[in-house]
């Protein structure tokens, strides 16, 4: 689905249109069922809501606030290390980096594992339907189970001694009487990890590389870096990190007059529901 108006149809109708449906992407024959994969993405209402809303109380102001000073001290030791040189490899050296050290110091990671960030994200967002090889196969499941590992050592040493970092939080958090189970709070994480480095990375990549395509925005930035928060909204609609979003059609429907099979997967497309003319005025201008 390409079209802003169906796309946002889909989206407000989970009763039919199934985030849940993605988990049969996640947990293919060859892999099985695995804490990593066991998202809240990949929820529907009312248990998304629910966890959602149990998630929420753990992101507290004091979570927040204490990563900014160090996304400070990370950017500014990411560009000390290339300003000599005076060019950069930007998304190995400087988006990659960044966003690893940004949520590990958030999950208050090892720092020394910060770059196994990367390879798990990798091996994660490598799943596919078939292995590609018996090699592939074995670094996807080595990964997910050396980040399962890893993570449950952090919440069980997180729940015997508690501290206002934010799996502290998510350990803790209860609404209702409910709390997170560790099979959640693995998964909670893992999209934390995989989600995050990807998107981030990824709108660093492309916001810097418009730039250097535009130096006209650049100019306006630097002489304006009040319109830095309207830049970065811009981008996530011109170019957003996640082009696309799988749903499961649970029952027999139809999408813009066409007829949809319940069982049908379905791919809505926000890279072009974004740039759709009829619900933008200037829909493909970055500016």
Known sequence: MSRYADVVAIFRDPGVFKASGLRRSLEPAWLGPHPCTKTMHSLDPPEHTKKRSLVSTAFTPSVIERTAPLLRALVDSVVRSFAARGEVEFVSEVATPLTAGAIGHFLTLDPRLHAKC???????????????????????????????????????????????DLVSGLARAEIDGERLTEPELVGFLAMLLVGGMETTANMLSRSVLMLAERPDLLDRLRADPALVPAFVNEMLRYDPSSHGMPRFVARDTEIAGHAVPAGTSVVLMLASANRDPRSSPRPTSST
């Open 118 to 164: 990367k390879e798990w994200s990798d091996a994660y967002l490598s799943i596919t339907p078939v292995p590609r090889s018996p090699q592939h196969e074995a670094t996807v499941r080595a990964a997910l189970d050396e980040m399962q590992r890893y993570f449950t050592s952090v919440i069980e040493e997180r729940r015997r001694s508690p501290g206002d």
